[in-house]
Nanobody
Framework: QVQLVESGGGLVQAGGSLRLSCAAS????????LGWFRQAPGKEREFVAA???????YYADSVKGRFTISRDNAKNTMYLQMNSLNPDDTAVYYC???????????????????WGQGTQVTVSS
């Protein structure tokens, strides 16, 4: 099992930037895929971005070109650089790990087995 802790959320004006971090402990960090999801009030949790064990990245269409996911295996940390933020990006952002399987990079929440507690991102207009 993997323990995940997000940080970096906050309040930002539209057009601004934030960088989220997800620190992991437990299983060997470099061996599993990681993802970012978000959930806005009254909405279902949705996929934002994912990164494979070897660095291949995937993005939701809504964030492509604005967000960048990355991982630093030496620091056991994943990042989400968010640029050109708009009010529709307001949500609680969660990091997730697919720590029980090797070689896959899930794009749906149900396939991730470990989750952080979430960090709030609020974008004002």
């Amino acid at each position: 099992q993997v323990q995940l802790v997000e940080s970096g959320g906050g309040l930002v004006q539209a057009g601004g930037s934030l960088r989220l971090s997800c620190a992991a402990s437990g299983r060997t960090f470099s061996s599993y895929a990681l993802g970012w999801f978000r959930q806005a009030p009254g909405k279902e949790r949705e996929f934002v971005a994912a990164i494979s064990w070897n660095g291949r990245t995937y993005y939701a269409d809504s964030v492509k070109g604005r967000f960048t996911i990355s991982r630093d295996n030496a620091k056991n940390t994943m990042y989400l650089q968010m640029n050109s933020l708009n009010p529709d990006d307001t949500a609680v952002y969660y990091c997730a790990a697919d720590s029980l399987r090797f070689g896959r990079t899930p794009l749906v929440a149900i396939e991730y087995n470990d989750w952080g507690q979430g960090t709030q991102v609020t974008v004002s207009s």
